[in-house]
């Protein structure tokens, strides 16, 4: 791949490591899972809304208020309350390296979706070697926290939410053309952000009692983890393949992992280690794959 899709994929992974950084903080601070989730819903909308408004963008077809409600269910609302109730019984490096399932369920999910993503025989070994890795990870126990945590409760709120990931990134690409990712990025927090809002209120109140830190690790959530990294991600998904740009979710776990033990007091842990160790492992050998394909395609032509 081009230099420039790397270097938009380590800034998505950059938002979304730092979103998972700050959540967890925001946890630490007494804000509630619901909250953090509703209001960064609802400041990603606002600050989305403001450049939809300032850029003039005509308003959305029926088509693409549909292509945004399943988006929006499938790629913000069931994996980030899944993602941030996960914060609750693990680390950030422990959840960022789950997320390396994200490329397995995508290659998967486009696969079945779309007639043009090959499934190769060296991507499939490649996926399988970052599975491994988060089998290591979970048969170890190691959860990164200091007093244990719940290591399997959060691998299984991750593993369905790399599912609906997974599902999302193909039904994307599968559309892309159809939509422009400043549009489909505002339509999906637009439409997550009132019913989470709803349940934030019947279930945890109001946030107006929030510490003036906790506002702060919301707001940088918002901006960064998810503002920033959407708007790449959709950008991406309309100039590279759908299993490529879910290599983003390798990335993760580095910089969630070194974050989190830097910023948080995470532990560094070995079954971290080397469930990590076997992530970029498969990142290596999917890309390499990738590569040998367009050489071949190339020699074909």
């Known amino acids: 791949m081009r230099p420039t899709y790397w270097l938009a994929m380590l800034t998505a ?3 979304w490591s730092s979103g998972g950084i700050a959540t967890r903080a925001a946890l630490g601070e ?3 899972p619901w909250t953090i989730v509703a209001v960064r819903a609802l400041l990603a909308s606002i600050l989305l809304g403001a450049v939809i408004v300032l850029r003039r963008m005509p308003l959305p077809s029926l088509e693409v208020l549909k292509i945004g409600a399943v988006i929006s269910l499938t790629n913000l609302v069931i994996p980030y309350v899944l993602f941030t109730f996960a914060y609750n019984y693990a ?4 959840v960022g390296v789950f997320a390396a399932l994200i490329p397995m369920s995508t290659a998967i999910a486009a696969k079945i979706m779309l007639p043009d993503e090959d499934l190769t025989g060296a991507k499939i ?3 399988i070697v970052a599975f491994v890795g988060v089998a290591l990870l979970l048969l170890s126990g190691d959860s990164g926290l200091a007093d244990g945590g719940q290591p ?3 691998s299984l709120l991750v593993i369905v939410a790399v599912g609906t990931v997974g599902y999302a990134s193909a039904y994307a690409k599968r559309h892309s053309g159809k939509y422009e990712p400043t549009r489909i990025t505002f339509l999906q927090v637009a439409i997550a952000a009132p019913p989470l809002l709803a349940v934030m209120a019947l279930v945890e109140g109001s946030p107006m009692t929030l510490t003036s830190n906790a506002w702060a690790y919301i707001v940088s959530a918002a901006l960064f983890g998810a503002v920033v990294p959407f708007l ?6 309309e100039r590279i393949s759908a299993t490529n740009a879910s290599l983003i979710g390798y990335m993760v776990p580095l910089i969630g992992l070194v974050g989190g033990i830097l910023l948080l007091g995470e532990q560094l842990q070995p079954g971290i280690v080397v469930g990590f ?3 970029i492992l498969g990142l290596y050998l999917s890309d390499r794959a990738s590569r040998r394909l367009v050489v071949d395609i190339a020699l074909v032509d």
């Open 152 to 154: 399997l409760a959060a």
């Open 277 to 279: 160790a076997f992530v």
């Open 91 to 94: 680390s950030v490096g422990f």
């Open 30 to 32: 007494g804000a509630g």
């Open 125 to 127: 070994v490649a996926l």
């Open 232 to 237: 790449l991600y959709f950008w991406l998904i």
């Open 13 to 15: 992974a950059l938002g």
